[in-house]
């Protein structure tokens, strides 16, 4: 859909336009707004993204006062000025005055916009507009084929809350920058992970809230806006006793939602019959792990560097464990529901409230598609026993390994 903002004063000219859009092709994708001031119409950039603005030059501050033969050149300059104005993509001046056109032609030639004179009698500012609204109506076409879209950033990075999980992540060395898009609330953050030569764009940002729902979201977001290579979740999650410490880092191979299901009742009360549809993590990636999960170069290294500069000091050896990780819509606080969930996967390492989203978001994305990976490190294990000191411990181990895998494990070249 193209969207226009028609600015003028004569109702007879605003009717000719219209009529002239209406013979363009594909005149069904055009949405037209009307304004017969420069009042009306900066109330309406305050609201919308116009893909075109048609302008006449003569034009009244409001409806009913005298048209200033300069008027639409001043509207140009205070929206351009004003940072609360949504500008249009495109600028077309539509005068009936060819001495305006003399006048104004050259600062909207520099501007790279274009101003035609307006001939009723004439066909000539027909074809040129209809000319320049074909083209950008192919154009945005163009724009939004998938097979277009390019890869943008190298890494996007998700967190489940901006609190301790995306802190640790921005502790990272990349010159974070804060960037905030129009008509979205999420804040975002973007830099480069650097090694030798090696330069790595990266984006994060945090979910609103914890959940599959918000995170999905968050991850649709990402991907739509920054057409990431990599999508990757860390922070900390519930890892299963015996299979983990504090910090340990769980990466997860294979990701499900613990709640899917139908709930039946039977003579005994209710029972839950469970319907997982499990997702996998690539297979290239899951070498990765395999082949530093046995080796303790990073751990070993992020390890030293919490105990040598953060601490308190961890006396556990930290590993990385790679296992299934299984995703709900809830906290886990209950031994029995901890071991319900194992009963869905006995090889279960961890549990959380995101993974699962993550890797539902990448696969199901339209083209071109991250991969997704969730790196997040164990703050507890699902039962009442909850120590806040261990959170830090766990977002920053998972944050760190994160860092090493991209600047030494991860191909980009793709």
Not at 194 to 200: P, Q, T
Request: hydrophobic share 40%; proline share 4%; glycine share 6%.
């Amino acid at each position: 859909m193209l969207s226009i903002l028609l600015v003028d004063d004569d109702p007879i000219k605003i009717r000719s336009i219209k009529s002239t859009l209406n013979e363009v092709d594909n005149f069904q994708k055009i949405d037209i707004d009307v304004a017969s001031d420069r009042k009306q119409a900066k109330k309406l950039l305050f609201d919308k993204q116009y893909d075109l603005l048609i302008l006449d030059i003569s034009l009244p501050e409001q409806f009913g006062e005298n048209p200033e033969s300069d008027g639409g050149v001043k509207f140009l300059e205070e929206i351009s000025l004003a940072p609360d104005f949504i500008v249009p993509f495109h600028i077309i001046g539509l005068t009936a005055y060819p001495e305006l056109k003399e006048m104004y032609g050259d600062s909207f030639s520099d501007s790279l916009w274009h101003l035609i004179v307006y001939e009723p009698q004439y066909d000539k500012w027909k074809t040129q507009l209809k000319t320049h609204i074909d083209y950008l109506i192919r154009s945005k076409n163009e724009i939004r084929n998938p097979s277009n879209i390019k890869y943008e950033y190298d890494l996007a990075i998700i967190t489940a809350l901006h609190k301790v999980e995306l802190e640790e992540v921005l502790k990272l060395d990349a010159s974070w920058a804060e960037l905030k898009l129009q008509n979205d609330h999420t804040v975002y953050y973007t830099g480069f992970f650097e090694k030798e030569g090696k330069k790595i764009k990266v984006v994060a940002a945090a979910a609103d809230q914890m959940g599959l729902t918000a995170c999905t979201l968050t991850c649709q977001k990402l991907i739509h806006n920054f057409h990431p290579k990599y999508l990757v979740m860390t922070g900390i999650a519930a890892g299963i006793k015996g299979k983990g410490n504090f910090g340990d880092i769980v990466v997860a191979d294979l990701s499900w939602d613990y709640g899917s299901g139908k709930i039946t009742s039977d003579e005994n009360g209710y029972k839950f019959k469970q319907d997982p549809r499990p997702l996998q993590l690539v297979p290239e990636l899951k070498a990765i792990v395999t082949k530093i999960e046995t080796s303790f170069d990073y751990v070993n290294k992020i390890q030293t560097k919490w105990n040598t500069h953060r601490g308190p000091a961890i006396e556990t050896v930290l590993k990385i464990v790679l296992g299934p990780m299984a995703s709900g819509s809830y906290v886990i606080e209950n031994l029995q529901k901890v071991h319900e969930v194992i009963d869905q996967q006995r090889k279960l390492v961890g549990i959380d409230m995101e993974t699962y989203a993550v890797f539902y978001s990448a696969q199901f994305a339209t083209k071109p598609k991250p991969r997704a990976m969730s790196l997040k490190s164990i703050c507890d294990f699902g039962d009442s026993y909850k120590d806040d000191r261990f959170q830090s411990y766990a977002a920053f181990t998972s944050a760190n390994l994160l860092y090493e895998l991209a600047l030494n494990e991860l191909d980009f070249s793709f």
